[in-house]
């Protein structure tokens, strides 16, 4: 009897995830970005991008709904294919720095799924360059608007393992926030690296990670500092970055160490 209605449930809620999203629950952008800096072609290696999307803040962007296509639909299927590990502490676990090791500590109140605003941004790296072949990482600043009704959401990536300098997507940003702008969340990705434990889709900040959110939060009062691997993300809040170790290496993020 249990077990039935149970099961009777079950069937219940994956029929309803299978139906087709309404219009306005369905995970994706409300407007195409605004391209601010574009260097070399979308899909080559070292292209550089900055744009933003300025969205309502629709409550999908922050719920698990995953974007119905795109790059991030094929992100997920090769991931499947390829039979990659994904259990965040898992791959935390093996390669357990200092860092990597607050995480685990934390890792039932941080780490959680990625969330539509993260896939979405995931996705759109994937399909410029395939995150298994050819890795690369985004980063991205969430700032909220003075009447709170809409997201700037800044995306940034030099289509390659790593972001370097964060002032090309730092200084449009503090100026937003001189505006009255509320800056959110300073975000970016570890992409999985099957076979190199030190750098397979870890979430947790680098050296050179820590000593950025670090100096951002005192430069605009950043609330969290989050880490996405496109499946997972580590969310952080700025209460915690002191206890991170820092590498200070000039503004940087994402260096080869991740
Ligand atoms: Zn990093």
């Known amino acids: 009897m249990f077990s039935r209605s149970f099961l009777a449930v079950a069937a219940l809620s994956l029929s309803v995830a299978a139906a087709p999203a309404h219009a306005d629950t369905a995970c994706r952008f409300a407007s195409e970005p605004r391209v601010l800096m574009e260097e070399g072609g979308p899909n080559a290696d070292g292209s550089k991008l900055l744009q933003l999307w ?6 999908v962007l922050w719920s698990a709904t995953a ?49 539509c605003l993260e896939m979405l941004m995931f996705g759109h790296q994937h ?13 991205s600043i969430i700032l909220r608007s003075p009447d709170r009704e809409r997201l700037r959401v800044y995306y940034y990536t030099i289509n390659h393992d ?3 300098r964060m002032d090309p997507i730092v200084e ?7 505006a009255g702008w509320e800056v959110l969340i300073a975000l970016h990705s570890h992409v999985f690296h099957p076979g190199q434990p030190k750098i397979d889709g ?12 670090a100096r951002f939060h005192a430069q605009s009062g950043v609330r969290e500092a989050r880490i996405t691997n496109g499946v997972h993300t580590v969310r952080m809040p700025a209460s915690s970055f002191d206890g991170f170790q820092r590498a200070a290496d000039g503004n940087e993020v994402g260096s080869s160490s991740g």
């Open 127 to 139: 399909g410029r360059l395939n995150t298994f072949e050819n890795p690369s990482e985004f980063a």
């Open 202 to 213: 870890i979430l947790a900040p680098s050296g050179p990670d820590a000593d950025f959110h």
């Open 172 to 178: 449009p940003a503090l100026a937003d926030r001189q």
């Open 54 to 59: 300025d969205v309502p803040d629709h409550p």
């Open 67 to 115: 974007p119905e296509s795109g790059g991030y639909r094929r992100f997920r299927d090769e991931l499947a294919e390829r039979k990659i590990e994904t259990g965040p502490v898992r791959l935390l676990e093996r390669s357990p720095t200092p860092n990597n090791r607050i995480v685990i500590r934390h890792a039932d109140d941080w780490i959680g799924p990625a969330n």
């Open 162 to 164: 790593g972001i370097g």
